[in-house]
């Protein structure tokens, strides 16, 4: 099983990113996906989640309104498009998939396979 994170980068604050996580060797469409980001020090705090069986989404307060979950189950790909970044918006984000999950996976010892993070970096 591989979650291979892409599309962190440099951006100002106000600015917009969009990760792209593409999953293989499971079958994705039976899989809850997440996000999730810890900063240097901190721990790791979800974001946003997507169940497997539904269109609804759930999302950390600290997010909600600003960044949008999604997926393409044609593609075994799981987004996450950020937008009005902010500094402390600045850490390494990870997307995270559980099996069959239909509610709200918000912590991390809920999912079973991790991919390697990419940087996000907002300056101000």
């Known amino acids: 099983v591989q979650l291979q994170a892409s599309g962190g980068g440099l951006v100002q604050a106000g600015g917009s990113l969009k990760l792209s996580c593409v999953v293989s060797?499971?079958?994705?469409?039976?899989?809850?996906l997440g996000w999730f980001r810890q900063a240097p020090g901190k721990e790791r705090e979800f974001l946003a989640t997507i169940p497997w069986s539904t269109s609804r989404t759930y999302y950390a307060d600290s997010v909600k309104g600003r960044f949008t979950i999604s997926r393409d189950n044609a593609k075994n790909t799981v987004y996450l498009q950020m937008s009005s970044l902010k500094p402390e918006d600045t850490a390494l984000h990870y997307c995270?998939?559980?099996?069959?999950?239909?509610?709200?996976?918000?912590?991390?010892?809920?999912?079973?396979?991790w991919g390697q993070g990419t940087l996000v970096t907002v300056s101000s």
């Open positions: 995270a998939a559980v099996r069959y999950y239909t509610g709200r996976a918000d912590r991390s010892s809920q999912y079973g396979y």
């Open positions: 060797g499971l079958t994705f469409r039976t899989y809850a």
